[in-house]
Protein backbone atom coordinates (compact mmCIF):
# COMPACT_ATOMS: atom_id res chain seq x y z
CA UNK A 1 0.00 0.00 0.00
CA UNK A 2 3.15 2.69 1.13
CA UNK A 3 4.77 2.00 -2.21
CA UNK A 4 1.74 1.82 -4.46
CA UNK A 5 1.16 5.38 -2.75
CA UNK A 6 4.61 6.38 -3.47
CA UNK A 7 4.66 5.31 -7.14
CA UNK A 8 1.41 7.65 -7.76
CA UNK A 9 2.82 10.78 -5.84
CA UNK A 10 5.85 10.45 -8.47
CA UNK A 11 3.52 9.63 -11.30
CA UNK A 12 1.93 12.92 -10.18
CA UNK A 13 4.78 15.01 -9.36
CA UNK A 14 5.97 13.98 -13.53
CA UNK A 15 2.64 14.75 -14.45
CA UNK A 16 3.07 18.25 -12.61
CA UNK A 17 6.57 19.00 -13.79
CA UNK A 18 5.83 17.89 -17.61
CA UNK A 19 2.83 20.04 -18.04
CA UNK A 20 -0.63 18.29 -17.59
CA UNK A 21 -1.43 18.80 -14.42
CA UNK A 22 0.94 21.93 -14.00
CA UNK A 23 -1.91 24.00 -12.72
CA UNK A 24 -2.33 21.87 -9.58
CA UNK A 25 1.54 22.27 -8.37
CA UNK A 26 2.69 20.82 -5.40
CA UNK A 27 -0.74 20.03 -3.95
CA UNK A 28 -1.73 17.08 -5.27
CA UNK A 29 1.95 14.85 -5.67
CA UNK A 30 2.34 16.52 -1.85
CA UNK A 31 -1.08 15.28 -0.52
CA UNK A 32 -0.48 12.12 -2.35
CA UNK A 33 2.93 11.37 -0.58
CA UNK A 34 1.94 12.66 3.15
CA UNK A 35 -2.20 11.73 3.41
CA UNK A 36 -1.65 9.13 1.14
CA UNK A 37 1.86 7.38 1.60
CA UNK A 38 3.12 8.52 4.87
CA UNK A 39 -0.30 8.54 6.49
CA UNK A 40 -0.67 4.67 5.52
CA UNK A 41 2.66 4.48 6.83
CA UNK A 42 2.25 5.65 9.91
CA UNK A 43 -1.11 3.74 10.67
CA UNK A 44 1.01 0.41 10.11
CA UNK A 45 3.79 1.28 12.26
CA UNK A 46 1.51 3.00 14.44
CA UNK A 47 0.14 -0.62 15.36
CA UNK A 48 3.66 -2.26 15.36
CA UNK A 49 5.40 -0.51 17.55
CA UNK A 50 2.31 -0.42 19.70
CA UNK A 51 2.62 -4.02 19.92
CA UNK A 52 5.87 -4.08 20.31
CA UNK A 53 6.08 -1.85 23.57
CA UNK A 54 2.69 -3.03 24.91
CA UNK A 55 3.35 -6.85 24.48
CA UNK A 56 0.01 -7.00 24.09
CA UNK A 57 -2.27 -7.94 20.53
CA UNK A 58 -4.07 -5.07 19.34
CA UNK A 59 -7.86 -4.83 19.58
CA UNK A 60 -8.93 -6.53 16.00
CA UNK A 61 -5.67 -7.34 15.56
CA UNK A 62 -4.77 -7.37 11.77
CA UNK A 63 -7.95 -7.64 10.46
CA UNK A 64 -8.84 -4.49 11.96
CA UNK A 65 -5.11 -2.84 10.71
CA UNK A 66 -6.11 -3.81 7.42
CA UNK A 67 -9.92 -2.21 7.68
CA UNK A 68 -8.24 0.83 9.13
CA UNK A 69 -5.49 0.93 6.49
CA UNK A 70 -7.85 0.26 3.14
CA UNK A 71 -10.45 2.83 4.64
CA UNK A 72 -7.94 5.69 5.31
CA UNK A 73 -6.13 5.15 1.42
CA UNK A 74 -9.87 5.35 0.41
CA UNK A 75 -10.29 8.80 2.53
CA UNK A 76 -7.29 9.78 0.21
CA UNK A 77 -7.98 9.15 -2.76
CA UNK A 78 -11.41 10.85 -2.16
CA UNK A 79 -9.56 13.93 -1.05
CA UNK A 80 -7.91 14.08 -4.06
CA UNK A 81 -10.37 13.69 -6.24
CA UNK A 82 -12.83 16.04 -4.30
CA UNK A 83 -10.65 18.53 -4.19
CA UNK A 84 -9.09 18.99 -7.97
CA UNK A 85 -12.67 18.28 -9.13
CA UNK A 86 -13.99 20.56 -7.14
CA UNK A 87 -16.53 18.36 -5.44
CA UNK A 88 -16.97 19.58 -1.64
CA UNK A 89 -18.95 16.57 -1.09
CA UNK A 90 -16.56 14.37 -2.04
CA UNK A 91 -13.94 15.67 0.09
CA UNK A 92 -15.75 15.93 2.80
CA UNK A 93 -16.79 12.06 2.68
CA UNK A 94 -13.05 11.93 2.54
CA UNK A 95 -12.04 13.51 5.15
CA UNK A 96 -14.93 11.75 7.01
CA UNK A 97 -13.11 8.31 6.09
CA UNK A 98 -9.28 9.69 8.08
CA UNK A 99 -11.11 11.08 10.76
CA UNK A 100 -12.81 8.17 11.66
CA UNK A 101 -9.91 5.84 10.79
CA UNK A 102 -7.93 8.23 13.13
CA UNK A 103 -10.23 7.86 15.85
CA UNK A 104 -10.36 3.94 15.27
CA UNK A 105 -6.30 4.16 15.49
CA UNK A 106 -7.08 6.22 18.85
CA UNK A 107 -9.61 3.67 20.11
CA UNK A 108 -7.34 0.49 19.63
CA UNK A 109 -4.47 1.62 20.84
CA UNK A 110 -6.14 3.45 24.06
CA UNK A 111 -7.55 -0.21 24.87
CA UNK A 112 -3.90 -2.04 23.99
CA UNK A 113 -2.62 0.30 26.43
CA UNK A 114 -5.33 0.00 29.45
CA UNK A 115 -4.42 -3.77 28.90
CA UNK A 116 -1.13 -3.92 29.01
CA UNK A 117 1.36 -5.25 32.10
CA UNK A 118 3.02 -1.82 32.16
CA UNK A 119 6.38 -2.63 30.41
CA UNK A 120 8.82 0.05 30.73
CA UNK A 121 8.52 1.65 27.35
CA UNK A 122 4.61 1.72 27.48
CA UNK A 123 4.47 5.33 27.64
CA UNK A 124 6.22 5.62 24.62
CA UNK A 125 2.80 4.92 22.84
CA UNK A 126 1.29 7.86 23.77
CA UNK A 127 3.50 9.41 20.54
CA UNK A 128 1.08 7.42 18.35
CA UNK A 129 -1.99 8.64 20.23
CA UNK A 130 -1.25 12.48 20.23
CA UNK A 131 0.10 11.78 16.38
CA UNK A 132 -3.67 9.86 15.62
CA UNK A 133 -5.50 12.35 17.40
CA UNK A 134 -3.24 15.44 15.26
CA UNK A 135 -4.27 13.53 11.77
CA UNK A 136 -7.37 14.15 12.83
CA UNK A 137 -7.69 17.95 13.67
CA UNK A 138 -5.62 18.17 10.51
CA UNK A 139 -8.22 16.54 8.17
CA UNK A 140 -10.99 18.57 9.41
CA UNK A 141 -8.52 22.19 9.48
CA UNK A 142 -7.86 21.00 5.39
CA UNK A 143 -11.34 20.83 4.77
CA UNK A 144 -12.31 24.11 6.31
CA UNK A 145 -9.03 25.73 4.74
CA UNK A 146 -10.87 24.33 1.28
CA UNK A 147 -14.35 25.90 2.33
CA UNK A 148 -12.85 29.28 3.19
CA UNK A 149 -10.89 29.30 -0.17
CA UNK A 150 -14.55 28.17 -2.01
CA UNK A 151 -15.90 31.15 -0.09
CA UNK A 152 -13.26 33.75 -0.86
CA UNK A 153 -12.50 34.45 2.55
CA UNK A 154 -8.95 34.54 1.54
CA UNK A 155 -7.26 35.66 5.59
CA UNK A 156 -9.55 32.89 7.08
CA UNK A 157 -8.46 30.32 4.57
CA UNK A 158 -4.82 31.22 5.25
CA UNK A 159 -5.36 31.17 8.99
CA UNK A 160 -6.69 27.77 8.64
CA UNK A 161 -4.32 26.47 6.27
CA UNK A 162 -1.54 27.51 8.87
CA UNK A 163 -3.21 25.50 11.07
CA UNK A 164 -3.64 22.70 8.97
CA UNK A 165 0.20 22.22 8.12
CA UNK A 166 1.66 22.53 11.16
CA UNK A 167 -0.28 20.06 12.50
CA UNK A 168 -0.05 17.42 9.77
CA UNK A 169 3.50 17.93 9.25
CA UNK A 170 5.07 18.84 12.85
CA UNK A 171 2.87 16.88 14.37
CA UNK A 172 1.16 14.05 13.09
CA UNK A 173 4.52 13.09 10.81
CA UNK A 174 6.73 14.85 12.98
CA UNK A 175 5.70 13.52 16.76
CA UNK A 176 5.33 10.34 14.97
CA UNK A 177 8.65 10.09 13.96
CA UNK A 178 10.58 10.91 17.24
CA UNK A 179 8.35 8.71 19.26
CA UNK A 180 9.57 5.77 16.84
CA UNK A 181 13.05 6.76 16.50
CA UNK A 182 13.17 6.54 20.41
CA UNK A 183 12.88 2.70 19.79
CA UNK A 184 14.03 1.73 16.33
CA UNK A 185 17.46 4.48 16.15
CA UNK A 186 19.46 1.99 18.58
CA UNK A 187 17.81 -1.44 16.92
CA UNK A 188 19.19 -0.11 13.40
CA UNK A 189 22.40 0.70 15.06
CA UNK A 190 21.95 -2.48 16.50
CA UNK A 191 22.97 -1.42 19.87
CA UNK A 192 21.21 -0.56 23.36
CA UNK A 193 18.81 2.51 23.76
CA UNK A 194 20.67 5.04 26.12
CA UNK A 195 19.21 4.30 29.94
CA UNK A 196 17.43 7.67 29.75
CA UNK A 197 15.87 8.03 26.37
CA UNK A 198 12.27 6.63 27.04
CA UNK A 199 11.89 8.80 30.03
CA UNK A 200 13.36 11.39 28.34
CA UNK A 201 11.18 10.75 25.44
CA UNK A 202 7.61 10.71 27.37
CA UNK A 203 8.65 14.46 29.20
CA UNK A 204 8.86 15.55 25.47
CA UNK A 205 6.06 14.54 24.57
CA UNK A 206 3.80 17.35 26.32
CA UNK A 207 6.29 19.87 24.37
CA UNK A 208 5.73 18.74 21.02
CA UNK A 209 1.99 18.59 21.37
CA UNK A 210 2.19 22.26 23.12
CA UNK A 211 4.42 23.31 20.17
CA UNK A 212 2.23 22.29 17.93
CA UNK A 213 -0.50 23.78 19.42
CA UNK A 214 0.74 26.67 19.72
CA UNK A 215 2.41 27.04 15.96
CA UNK A 216 -0.63 26.26 14.75
CA UNK A 217 -2.69 29.64 16.03
CA UNK A 218 0.14 31.48 13.89
CA UNK A 219 -2.76 32.70 11.40
CA UNK A 220 -4.12 34.45 14.56
CA UNK A 221 -1.03 35.87 16.04
CA UNK A 222 2.15 35.21 13.92
CA UNK A 223 4.59 35.73 17.31
CA UNK A 224 2.56 32.23 18.10
CA UNK A 225 4.84 30.69 15.40
CA UNK A 226 8.38 31.64 17.10
CA UNK A 227 7.03 31.06 20.72
CA UNK A 228 5.82 27.09 19.20
CA UNK A 229 8.58 26.58 17.62
CA UNK A 230 10.59 26.87 20.70
CA UNK A 231 8.67 24.89 22.76
CA UNK A 232 8.91 22.13 19.73
CA UNK A 233 12.41 22.10 19.34
CA UNK A 234 12.62 21.88 23.19
CA UNK A 235 10.58 18.76 22.81
CA UNK A 236 12.21 17.22 19.90
CA UNK A 237 15.60 17.39 22.13
CA UNK A 238 14.31 15.16 24.19
CA UNK A 239 14.95 12.76 21.36
CA UNK A 240 17.27 13.86 19.78
CA UNK A 241 20.09 14.02 22.54
CA UNK A 242 19.96 10.92 23.41
CA UNK A 243 20.22 9.56 19.77
CA UNK A 244 22.88 11.66 18.87
CA UNK A 245 24.66 10.30 22.40
CA UNK A 246 24.43 6.58 20.81
CA UNK A 247 25.26 7.85 17.16
CA UNK A 248 28.30 9.30 18.66
CA UNK A 249 29.26 5.68 20.51
CA UNK A 250 27.75 3.85 17.09
CA UNK A 251 27.96 5.87 14.11
CA UNK A 252 25.70 5.50 11.39
CA UNK A 253 27.15 3.85 8.18
CA UNK A 254 24.33 2.33 6.68
CA UNK A 255 22.12 4.12 4.17
CA UNK A 256 19.07 3.65 6.43
CA UNK A 257 21.00 5.14 9.51
CA UNK A 258 22.07 8.32 7.39
CA UNK A 259 19.00 8.88 6.11
CA UNK A 260 17.16 8.65 9.32
CA UNK A 261 19.27 11.27 11.01
CA UNK A 262 19.10 13.03 7.43
CA UNK A 263 15.45 13.61 7.10
CA UNK A 264 15.63 14.39 11.29
CA UNK A 265 18.19 16.87 10.55
CA UNK A 266 15.73 18.58 7.35
CA UNK A 267 12.48 18.36 10.26
CA UNK A 268 14.16 20.51 12.66
CA UNK A 269 15.68 22.98 10.02
CA UNK A 270 12.13 23.48 8.42
CA UNK A 271 10.82 23.83 11.77
CA UNK A 272 13.00 26.59 12.49
CA UNK A 273 13.08 28.54 9.28
CA UNK A 274 8.71 28.03 9.73
CA UNK A 275 9.04 30.17 13.13
CA UNK A 276 11.59 32.48 12.54
CA UNK A 277 9.78 32.76 8.80
CA UNK A 278 5.97 33.69 10.22
CA UNK A 279 7.44 35.91 13.17
CA UNK A 280 8.72 38.20 10.19
CA UNK A 281 5.97 37.80 7.96
CA UNK A 282 3.88 41.42 7.03
CA UNK A 283 0.80 39.45 7.03
CA UNK A 284 -0.89 35.80 7.74
CA UNK A 285 -1.11 35.59 3.14
CA UNK A 286 2.77 36.33 3.84
CA UNK A 287 3.18 33.65 6.61
CA UNK A 288 1.34 31.04 4.35
CA UNK A 289 3.47 31.60 1.60
CA UNK A 290 6.60 30.64 4.31
CA UNK A 291 4.98 27.40 4.55
CA UNK A 292 4.88 27.24 0.76
CA UNK A 293 8.71 27.66 0.97
CA UNK A 294 9.50 24.83 3.00
CA UNK A 295 6.99 22.10 2.06
CA UNK A 296 8.82 20.53 -0.75
CA UNK A 297 11.95 20.50 2.11
CA UNK A 298 9.49 18.62 4.32
CA UNK A 299 7.68 16.31 2.15
CA UNK A 300 11.10 14.58 0.76
CA UNK A 301 14.18 16.07 2.52
CA UNK A 302 11.69 14.58 6.10
CA UNK A 303 9.03 12.29 5.25
CA UNK A 304 9.99 10.80 2.11
CA UNK A 305 13.35 10.09 3.61
CA UNK A 306 11.99 8.49 7.23
CA UNK A 307 10.02 6.13 4.49
CA UNK A 308 13.14 5.23 2.64
CA UNK A 309 14.99 4.52 5.47
CA UNK A 310 12.22 2.58 6.97
CA UNK A 311 11.86 0.40 3.84
CA UNK A 312 15.60 0.02 3.57
CA UNK A 313 15.74 -1.15 7.01
CA UNK A 314 12.66 -3.56 7.20
CA UNK A 315 13.02 -4.88 3.67
CA UNK A 316 15.98 -7.62 4.71
CA UNK A 317 13.87 -8.70 7.97
CA UNK A 318 10.73 -8.97 5.74
CA UNK A 319 11.79 -10.92 3.03
CA UNK A 320 12.73 -13.71 4.95
CA UNK A 321 14.98 -16.45 3.88
CA UNK A 322 17.40 -16.53 7.20
CA UNK A 323 20.32 -14.23 7.89
CA UNK A 324 22.27 -14.91 4.76
CA UNK A 325 19.71 -13.53 2.92
CA UNK A 326 19.43 -10.71 5.20
CA UNK A 327 23.17 -10.01 4.74
CA UNK A 328 22.42 -10.42 0.80
CA UNK A 329 19.54 -7.89 1.11
CA UNK A 330 21.39 -5.39 3.11
CA UNK A 331 24.66 -5.46 1.14
CA UNK A 332 22.03 -4.41 -1.98
CA UNK A 333 20.28 -2.14 -0.42
CA UNK A 334 23.55 -0.35 0.82
CA UNK A 335 25.48 0.27 -1.87
CA UNK A 336 26.81 3.23 -2.11
CA UNK A 337 25.58 3.95 0.94
CA UNK A 338 26.92 7.51 2.00
CA UNK A 339 27.15 9.16 -2.22
CA UNK A 340 23.85 8.28 -2.08
CA UNK A 341 22.95 10.16 1.06
CA UNK A 342 25.04 12.89 0.44
CA UNK A 343 24.02 13.02 -3.38
CA UNK A 344 20.26 13.05 -3.07
CA UNK A 345 20.52 15.83 -0.01
CA UNK A 346 22.80 17.83 -1.16
CA UNK A 347 20.40 18.10 -4.65
CA UNK A 348 16.83 18.73 -2.46
CA UNK A 349 19.24 21.39 -0.87
CA UNK A 350 19.48 23.06 -4.38
CA UNK A 351 16.15 22.41 -5.72
CA UNK A 352 14.59 24.41 -2.81
CA UNK A 353 16.95 27.43 -2.81
CA UNK A 354 14.61 29.91 -4.29
CA UNK A 355 17.43 32.36 -4.68
CA UNK A 356 18.95 30.01 -7.58
CA UNK A 357 17.63 29.91 -11.62
CA UNK A 358 14.92 27.72 -11.71
CA UNK A 359 16.49 25.24 -14.76
CA UNK A 360 19.72 24.70 -11.86
CA UNK A 361 16.92 24.02 -9.05
CA UNK A 362 14.88 21.82 -11.45
CA UNK A 363 17.68 19.86 -12.80
CA UNK A 364 18.99 19.18 -9.44
CA UNK A 365 15.58 17.68 -8.36
CA UNK A 366 15.46 15.55 -11.33
CA UNK A 367 18.92 14.35 -10.58
CA UNK A 368 18.20 13.77 -6.62
CA UNK A 369 15.35 11.96 -7.34
CA UNK A 370 16.83 9.41 -10.09
CA UNK A 371 19.66 8.75 -7.00
CA UNK A 372 16.81 8.30 -4.45
CA UNK A 373 15.32 5.88 -6.74
CA UNK A 374 17.68 3.15 -6.23
CA UNK A 375 15.50 2.57 -2.88
CA UNK A 376 13.24 0.63 -4.92
CA UNK A 377 15.41 -0.57 -7.21
CA UNK A 378 16.55 -2.26 -4.45
CA UNK A 379 14.00 -3.47 -2.99
CA UNK A 380 13.67 -5.38 -5.86
CA UNK A 381 16.43 -6.18 -6.37
CA UNK A 382 16.73 -7.79 -2.70
CA UNK A 383 13.92 -9.70 -3.89
CA UNK A 384 15.02 -11.33 -6.85
CA UNK A 385 18.12 -12.22 -4.75
CA UNK A 386 15.95 -13.64 -2.08
CA UNK A 387 14.03 -15.56 -4.35
CA UNK A 388 16.35 -16.93 -6.27
CA UNK A 389 18.02 -17.93 -2.87
CA UNK A 390 14.63 -20.02 -2.03
CA UNK A 391 14.45 -21.26 -5.65
CA UNK A 392 18.02 -23.06 -5.57
CA UNK A 393 17.48 -24.52 -2.30
CA UNK A 394 14.47 -25.68 -3.29
CA UNK A 395 16.29 -27.56 -6.11
CA UNK A 396 18.57 -29.49 -3.74
CA UNK A 397 18.34 -33.25 -3.95
Known sequence: MVLAWLVVAAALAVGVIGGPLAAWGTWLPLHALLLGGIGSAITIWSAHFADTLLHRPALGGAGLLDVRLHAHSLGAIAVLVGITAG??????AGVTAVLACALLGVAAIGVQYRRALAPRMAPLVFHYLAALSL???????GYLTSWADRR??????????????????????????????TVLWPTMLRTRMEPTAARWATRGLPLLVAGVAI??????????AGIGVVVYLIGAAAVVLPAAVTARRVPPTSFATMS??????????CVGYIG???????????????????????GAGFALQIVAAALSYLTPVMLGGGPAAA????????????????TANGCLLIAVAQILPEAVRLAAAVVGAAVAGYVPVG?????????????HEGGRP
Not at 215 to 224: K, P
Not at 327 to 342: E, G, K, Q, S
Open 87 to 92: RPAVTL
Open 379 to 391: IALALRRVLRGEK
Open 152 to 181: GTAALADTYYLAHTTTMLLGFVGITVLGTL
Open 135 to 141: LGIGAVL
Open 260 to 269: AAASVGWLLA
Open 327 to 342: RAANAILDRAAAWRVV
Open 276 to 298: TGIVLADDVAAAREVIHTVRVAL
Open 215 to 224: TACAGLWRMA
